[in-house]
């Protein structure tokens, strides 16, 4: 995968949340930082499967920030 994943860990849902800030509302949990990068990977591929079936644009990896 190409676009950001953020991993974090939550207290309110004891689990560690994934999310693609690239592709709104996609994001994933999991007992484990692991499980929860597995289950985003699918979940974003399924963003973009969806997004292209309904002809949505679909964002570019923004990538590394870069500093002057």
């Given at each position: 995968?190409?676009?950001?994943?953020?991993i974090y860990w939550s207290d309110?849902?004891?689990?560690?949340i994934?999310?693609?800030p690239e592709l709104p509302g996609c994001m994933a949990d999991g007992?484990?930082?692991?499980e929860a990068l597995k289950a985003v990977?699918?979940?974003a591929?399924?963003?973009?499967?969806t997004a292209e079936e309904l002809g949505r644009p679909i964002?570019?990896?923004?990538?590394?920030?870069?500093y002057a």
């Open positions: 995968m190409k676009h950001t994943v953020s309110e849902d004891a689990a560690f994934a999310e693609v007992k484990t930082y692991r990977e699918r979940v591929k399924e963003w973009v499967e964002p570019k990896p923004k990538g590394r920030l870069r």
